[in-house]
C-alpha cells in the first residue's frame, strides 16, 4: 500500500524517532495547522492500512512505523520517474543536480557511488 502524502511525513516522523505517541506526533505537525483529532484519524487509518503498528500496552498508545523507509523511498522514486520523467532516470538525476542544492559532499558521494556502479 502506497502512503499519501500526509501518511509520509507522518511515517518520516516516525523513521526518525521510532515510536511516538498521537500527541508528539500532532506536535510536531503543528506547524501545519492540522487538528488533534485528524492526526489520530490519519493515524488510524495508517494502522488499518498497516502501514504503522500500534503498542496499546500502556494508557498513552504508542505508534511505530510498519513499513521500510528504503522500501517506501524507492516506490515513490519508481512512481515519479515512471510519471514525470517517462521512465528517464538520467533527466531525473541531471535536473536534481542542476538545482543549486547539490553541495559538494553530496557530489563526491555520488561520483563514488557511479564508481561502484562501473566496476559491477
Do not use: C
Request: hydrophobic share 35%; charged share 30%; no cysteine.
Amino acid at each position: 500500500m502506497k502512503p499519501t502524502e500526509s501518511e509520509m511525513e507522518i511515517l518520516q516522523l516516525l523513521w526518525k524517532h521510532g515510536e511516538l505517541s498521537v500527541r508528539e506526533v500532532h506536535e510536531q505537525l503543528l506547524k501545519k495547522d492540522v487538528g488533534y483529532t485528524s492526526t489520530l484519524k490519519l493515524m488510524q487509518i495508517m494502522l488499518e492500512k498497516g502501514l504503522v503498528q500500534r503498542d496499546t500496552s500502556s494508557k498513552t498508545h504508542v505508534y511505530k512505523a510498519q513499513i521500510e523507509k528504503e522500501d517506501t523511498q524507492g516506490q515513490f522514486l519508481n512512481r515519479m520517474i515512471e510519471t514525470v520523467y517517462n521512465g528517464n532516470t538520467a533527466r531525473l538525476v541531471m535536473q536534481a543536480l542542476g538545482n543549486e542544492r547539490t553541495s559538494q559532499e553530496e557530489i563526491n558521494e555520488i561520483k563514488d557511488f557511479l564508481k561502484k556502479l562501473e566496476q559491477q
